[in-house]
């Protein structure tokens, strides 16, 4: 059974720092595409931040772009998401995602394959 597990959200205030992993478990997504996307409530689901299979292109929103850095470790199919100085505005549900291919892209209907989320809130 394939598994997408997401963790490291947290209730933090503005200006702090949080470091997100998803696992993955069931096969490997080492040729795959891998993003983060987020959903704040009453918002629809939003692009964060994508990274090829390699690890050797990353692609961020403009909302974090500087703020966030994508990060995959193939030997461990694992993804991890570095968020600087938050924001309230990053509040929202993190998920993680895996694509069919091994090229990223901002549409989720790209993404096959979805963790739970983790929870993020920041206090302004």
């Known amino acids: 059974q394939v598994q997408l597990v997401e963790s490291g959200g947290g209730l933090v205030q503005a200006g702090s720092s949080l470091r997100l992993s998803c696992a993955a478990s069931?096969?490997?997504?080492?040729?795959?595409?891998m993003a983060w996307f987020r959903q704040a409530p009453g918002k629809e689901r939003e692009f964060v931040a994508a990274?090829?299979?390699?690890?050797?292109?990353?692609y961020y929103a403009d909302s974090v772009k500087g703020r966030f850095t994508i990060s995959r470790d193939n030997t461990k199919n694992m993804l991890y998401l570095q968020m600087n100085s938050l924001k309230s505005e990053d509040t929202a549900v993190y998920s993680c995602?895996?694509?069919?291919?091994?090229?990223?892209?901002?549409?989720?209907?790209?993404?096959?394959?979805w963790g739970q989320g983790t929870q993020v809130t920041v206090s302004s």
């Open positions: 995602a895996a694509a069919g291919t091994a090229y990223y892209d901002t549409d989720p209907r790209s993404y096959d394959y």
């Open positions: 069931g096969r490997s997504f080492s040729y795959n595409a």
């Open positions: 990274i090829y299979w390699s690890g050797i292109s990353t």
